[in-house]
């Protein structure tokens, strides 16, 4: 992609994984990393793009230029993303959101007093990229533009293509990052390969490299569809 075909184009990239808070001290959590989600923050600055990047519990440095809002849970990265994307062309949900939280946080830490733990009681978290499309297209019915594009990225076990492509149109996206998870596990690691799955077109594949290109192939894939 040339450079600087994002310009003025405002994104919002969503990077990290949530926490659910258990107690003060504890949570439930996740092994991602926030470097895919970042890589794309620093190739869409490169791009020229307007970048704000909602990192959930990432010890990354903040991307030069990139304006960073930081969250720790997925209501709270909910919140930052939604107040972010009514102003934004793209939006790219790299986060790995927690699909459930506590019902409750206990306010002091839960102590060891008795052999039988009391169970940790689970409620749904929102969906933010189902929502996010769910706006959309209230909205185009109502003749307003909201985030022209929507991104999501998924990790499948099995029968990759065809769940990538009920959450595609579950989730109401354009582009769906397929990654591709078993052994190789792309959490923490420089590399990524993943399918990108297309609304109205054919599958892009990715080959194994660094979350560097996928981004670059990822913006190209976006800034064909800007209008
Ligand atoms: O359904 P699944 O978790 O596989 O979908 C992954 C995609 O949906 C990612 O883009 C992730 O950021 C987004 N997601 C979300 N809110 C959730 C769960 C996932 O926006 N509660």
């Known amino acids: 992609g040339a450079k600087g075909d994002l310009a003025g184009r405002r994104v919002v990239i969503s990077a990290g994984g949530t926490r659910e808070a258990i107690d003060p001290v504890r949570f439930i959590g996740n092994r991602s990393s926030g470097l895919q989600g970042y890589a794309l923050a620093r190739t869409a600055l490169a ?66 007093t008795s052999d039988d733990p009391d169970p940790i009681y689970l409620t749904k978290n929102p969906d933010i990229l189902a929502e996010l499309g769910e706006v ?12 022209e594009v929507l991104v999501g990225f998924a990790a499948e076990t099995d029968d990759v293509l065809a ?5 595609l149109a579950r989730k109401g996206c354009d582009l769906l990052v397929v990654n591709q998870v078993g052994e190789n596990l792309a959490f923490g690691r420089p590399d990524n390969a993943a399918t990108v799955l297309i609304a109205d077109g054919d599958p892009v594949e990715i080959p194994r490299g660094p979350k560097e290109d996928l981004a670059g192939i990822v913006w190209d894939l976006v800034a064909a569809r800007l209008v």
């Not at 959309?136 to 985030?147: I, L, T, W």
């Not at 769940?163 to 959450?167: D, E, I, L, T, V």
């Open 47 to 112: 791009r020229g793009a307007e970048v704000t990047l909602v990192a959930a519990n990432v010890g990354l440095p903040d991307p030069a230029g990139a304006r960073v809002v930081r969250v720790e849970s997925a209501v709270q990265l909910r919140d930052a993303v939604l107040a972010a994307a009514g102003e934004a062309d793209v939006v790219v949900m790299a986060a790995a959101v927690a699909d459930f939280r506590p019902v409750s946080r206990a306010t002091t830490k839960i102590k060891k």
């Open 136 to 147: 959309r297209r209230e909205r185009r019915q109502d003749g307003k533009p909201y985030a």
């Open 163 to 167: 769940n990538g492509r009920a959450k």
